[in-house]
């Protein structure tokens, strides 16, 4: 049962499958076929130089090699985050703390609404009336939390 029909592949069959992996990459991002594609190709030297190696050794390598090769990828980008100069690109309401914004709606029971630049926001807070001022003092979701600007 050790040489099954239905799996005659030879170290040329995996590093085909390593360049299919790899071109999927390229077209579904996300550093995940990348490793998939190693461990293919890693089977197939193996199996180059090991060419009596069984498929059920095959899959074993295959999968324990690609499973490793993306833990260790996710524990290393994990340690090293992305510096960027645009922290909060992607979070749009994050970048408005510390913002001071006009109440539109007044803020009654702790919720309300208040326009900065052009958009209107969801606010929570302190009560404050219609056109009141306030600060923008936190985010959650696309809640902002605010609360009244000290004049002076």
Known sequence: MED????????WHWWALGLILLVLELAAPGVFFLWLGVG??????VL?????LGWKGQLLLFSGSSA???????????RRPVETDE???NRRAQRYVGAVAV?????RNGVGAVRI???????????APRGSRVR?????GNTLQVAPVEDG
């Open 4 to 11: 099954l029909a239905l799996f005659p592949f030879t170290h």
């Open 40 to 45: 293919a190709w890693l089977t197939g030297a």
């Open 48 to 52: 180059y130089l090991v060419p009596d």
């Open 68 to 78: 490793c090769f993306v833990g260790a990828f996710w524990y290393w980008r994990s």
């Open 87 to 89: 922290p909060a690109l």
């Open 103 to 107: 109440v539109e709606e007044a803020i």
């Open 117 to 127: 630049e052009d958009t209107r926001w969801r606010a929570v807070g302190p009560d």
């Open 136 to 140: 923008v003092t936190g985010v959650e």
